[in-house]
């Protein structure tokens, strides 16, 4: 069957591919153009399944089982007695995992990498991406799914800017191998999670880096969110290489120096289990950043996952609601052919679905975190500069 219309997808990460997906199902040609020269970072290392991931895999042919860990508990760990537990199942899975079962069956689909968005023009049912690189793409309807720094949403909303949370996550993906025997029993089969003023963090086993899933060959991943004043934080994003990062510092690059504090707080800080797992790690970090919601459609172009707007990570939804906009995208652009006007009323309605939802769980994260009084006037501060 020849495809409805031809969209162009900006962004290559898990949220792109899930467009590619859904938008193919639905009946278009797709083309997915991702920034990045080579392999792609993981800007998160542990996802939690939820229905709208689940939903897409079985899509595919895949269970959620096939990618992911399960757990059987939930503990939270204290500085001076022993955890509190309650069984809660759950399923677990990675980045790099997911990226893996969405990008194989691609493969045949058009993947441009080195493709940093510079321009977007539209005449008549045609859409014409420009990119840094002189490439020109051609198509009828473009998806931005490129992310926080959102190029897209620069070119088609310029005024929309994210705002420093007040908090950064670092991060660690270590294989459970390398881990102590004694650490490893306290943290397998649980979501483990601690919190006090200023600070929370939570870990979890995933997949290994090639989706194994046998004891011995997963992986354990943690995060720690703790308070930085903006200002502290070009320090801590500061590389060892000289790169200029300002939304993800990668595994490898965090300054020695920066490696040392971290360490030092995290012994002073944390429980001694959380501690020793951070002294194991190789540590990386994320700012947490806000995006209000304002608009995801535009002409013939729409915004999905945090390209739209973020939500914060204490809602563990941040990759199930870029897939859940993907899905509602595709519904509305279904039948759709160049040539007749846009499905504008299905892709208001979509729109004003999608806004509600994203407020929802963007206020959700914010309870969250000042739970914890992470991103707060009054919370703990830490990272400071002299």
């Not at 992310?147 to 459970?176: F, K």
């Not at 191998?177 to 943290?187: E, F, N, T, V, Y």
Request: charged content about 20%; overall charge neutral.
């Amino acid at each position: 069957m020849r495809p409805g219309f031809k969209a162009l997808i900006i962004g290559g990460s898990v949220g792109g591919l899930a467009a590619a997906h859904e938008l193919r199902a639905a009946g278009a040609e797709t083309a997915v153009y991702e920034r990045s020269a080579g392999r792609m970072q993981a800007r998160g290392a542990g996802i939690v399944m939820q229905p709208e991931v689940e939903a897409l895999l079985v899509g595919l042919g895949m269970s959620a089982e096939s990618v992911s860990v399960e757990l059987r508990e939930r503990q939270q760990l204290h500085i001076h007695r022993s955890p509190d537990r309650y069984e809660a199942p759950q399923l677990m899975t990675a980045w790099d995992t997911l990226y893996r079962a969405l990008r194989e069956p691609l493969a045949g689909v058009c993947y441009r990498l080195d493709s940093a968005l510079s321009r977007v023009r539209v005449e008549g049912s045609d859409v014409t991406a420009e990119f840094a690189d002189g490439y020109t793409a051609q198509g009828n309807f473009l998806v931005g799914a490129d992310g926080i720094g959102s190029v897209t949403r620069r070119l088609l909303d310029p005024a929309a800017r994210p705002a420093y949370a007040g908090y950064v996550a670092w991060r660690g993906l270590e294989p459970e191998s390398a881990l102590p025997g004694d650490l490893l029993d306290l943290l397998a089969g649980r979501f483990t999670f601690f919190g006090a003023d200023g600070l929370q963090m939570l870990c979890y086993l995933v997949p290994g880096p090639g989706g194994e899933l046998a004891v011995g060959s997963r992986r354990v991943n943690w995060v720690w969110y703790t308070n930085v004043l903006e200002r502290d934080v070009p320090r801590l994003l500061a590389s060892r290489s000289g790169r200029r990062f300002t939304t993800f510092l990668p595994p490898g690059e965090m300054r020695p120096d920066v490696v040392a504090e971290v360490v030092a707080t995290a012994d002073a800080s944390l429980p001694p289990p959380f501690a020793e797992l951070v002294r194991h790690g190789e540590v990386f970090m994320q700012p947490v950043f806000d995006l209000r919601p304002f608009r995801m459609v535009a002409d013939h172009a729409a915004l999905i996952g945090d390209a739209a707007g973020t939500v914060r990570p204490h809602t563990a939804s941040g990759t199930s609601k870029a897939f859940g906009d993907a899905a509602g995208l595709a519904a509305a652009m279904r039948g759709w052919t160049p040539g007749h006007d846009l499905p504008a009323q299905r892709l208001a309605d979509w729109e004003e679905q999608r806004l509600i939802h994203l407020v929802r769980l963007s206020e959700m994260g914010i309870n969250l975190a000042e739970r914890s009084a992470l991103g707060t006037a009054t919370g703990r501060r830490f990272f400071t500069s002299a």
